[in-house]
Nanobody, 114 residues
Framework: QVQVVESGGGLVQAGGSLRLSCAASGSIFSINVMGWYRQAPGKQRELVADITRGGITNYADSVKGRFTISRDNAKRTVYLQMNSLKPEDTAVYYC????????WGQGTQVTVSS
């Protein structure tokens, strides 16, 4: 059984920072891409950032220069450091782990107040 568990969400004022973590556990091997997606109320889920096993990163234009994705392959964990947060970053943030198939976490709420 595979588990993907996010942590680190919360309420922060505009301009503040949060760090999200996501750990994969269980029978999951040869993880390739790990990524973060978000879904705001009434909107579709969108890619925020992802990172390959070799460390190649990809960011949505809206977060470039503010968010940094990183991972620890030994711990099967991916992180998202979010700085200079804006109210429009408010959403549920989901972790996605790609191995033989894809796995989603349950999501963590990030709320940025103005």
């Amino acid at each position: 059984q595979v588990q993907v568990v996010e942590s680190g969400g919360g309420l922060v004022q505009a301009g503040g920072s949060l760090r999200l973590s996501c750990a994969a556990s269980g029978s999951i091997f040869s993880i390739n891409v790990m990524g973060w997606y978000r879904q705001a109320p009434g909107k579709q889920r969108e890619l925020v950032a992802d990172i390959t096993r070799g460390g190649i990163t990809n960011y949505a234009d809206s977060v470039k220069g503010r968010f940094t994705i990183s991972r620890d392959n030994a711990k099967r964990t991916v992180y998202l450091q979010m700085n200079s947060l804006k109210p429009e970053d408010t959403a549920v943030y989901y972790c996605n782990v790609q191995a033989i198939r894809g796995y989603w976490g349950q999501g963590t709420q990030v709320t940025v107040s103005s």
